[in-house]
């Protein structure tokens, strides 16, 4: 919609102070002249008038504004005066970090155009994704004659506190939830079981579209070329639809760009045998989404000092999807990651703060560069191989929490820690119930599941049993265990 021909009215209205500075709408400066009181706020009332959700894109393809609210009146201005308002978009009712928008008066309404509406919505919810979600939204009131206006009722005083379901424009492409891979693996068709799905961080695909997925090649695969190809979940269950793969004459390259299909037949290709990491972001660029084929890599070994630079007696990271690895590390100021108990593999070293390199003669990592203390100490190590980033989060403390020890959820027992710091154990009672071990008194990293198999964010444990116990907790290697006796 033009936004200049529905509004330029409305900003000339208020757009000078007393000293005849422009300003932008609608951040006004702070009230000036205040004279005589103008009109009596508790005399305006505003309610909602919406209902459902409210689609942007129809309203935007009718070219019409979206009616929010209606006022009630029931006094009048000092002559010369007339009523405006501004709009206050949040994600919560805390309204903590706001987004204002410009609100028409019309007749008895409030409305508002659905450009602004549209980007008020993205700049508090922090997403791209076309989902509908719940707003909320309240006003600000002015009484208003040429550079002279008056916040109704002060500063702190908002009208109409509302919530309002809002549909967002729909993006110029569309990203799927679920994406796999087709090919070699699936005989050459859309079959769903034999296809490797993909994985993403979790979070809408419209706000990381970067999709992975582990391929393993057979030395027979390769001498006959390993094909492969991405479908979206609409094509398999369809049958047809969108098939995305590289141009022919590309086929065997490990990154480049790939381009939409409409049915099987072209694919990229691997000669070559072992695992590989397919990565690809599905934010369409110009109608190509780029793409990269990495080694995968079942664990990243941490040799350094604290274990005289031996890959093969230091701690291993793993990994869930071959592309983000996490794990406890003991760190003597300097280490590397490694692809594997040697040095004869890829070796990431620093690149600057929070990110590796690959390049042979790349620096050690220094956990001083992270602004973290130097010294003989145990880190949590989080690694994503695929963007070349990583942390090292210092391990202040480990402890037990939950309903079957001594402190409940709401005081966690702490344990005492080896020599070494990869063995921690605690001497305490334990009752009917469940616990976690978490470091560093908060959840950020905790460790769940089976005591003969902790991970990252795993289960609660049920206590085996109860009384006095001795608890061990071996970090030393993967799995991390726990024994209870």
Known sequence: MKKSVLFGIFAIGIGLVSCDNDFDFPNPPGQSNPQEPIYDSANLTISSIVSGTINLDEANNSDTLVPLAEITASDSLVAGYELKFVGQMAATDAFSTPAEFPVELQETQLMANPDDLDAAFHEVMKTLDPASKETHIRYIAYAVEGSNYMRLGGENVYYCPMTATMSPFAPE????EEYYIVGTCTNGTLDIDKAIKMTNSGISPYDDPSFSGMIEVSPDQAAGGYEW????????IAGSGIVIAPDADLA?????YLKDYTSLGT???INEASKFLLTVN???EDGLYSYDIAYAFDNLWTPGPAN?????ASQMLYTNNYKNYQGYVHIDGEFKFTSAPDWDHTNFGFAEAGKLSTD????????????EPFGNSLYWCTADIVALTYTTTPIESIAIIGDATVGGWSEETKMTPSEDLLTWTLKTTLTNGEFKFRANNDWNINLGGSLDNLTMD?????APVTGEVTITLDLSSLPYTATIK
């Open 282 to 284: 599905l934010k369409p």
């Open 458 to 462: 795993g289960a609660y444990i049920t």
């Open 308 to 312: 005289n630079w031996s890959a093969g």
């Open 229 to 236: 190809a991405i479908v979206p979940r609409s094509t398999i």
């Open 360 to 371: 042979g003669g790349a620096g050690n990592l220094n956990v001083t560069q992270n602004n």
């Open 267 to 269: 694919y990229g290709m």
């Open 252 to 256: 065997d390259e490990k990154s480049g």
């Open 173 to 176: 492409f569309t990203i799927e």
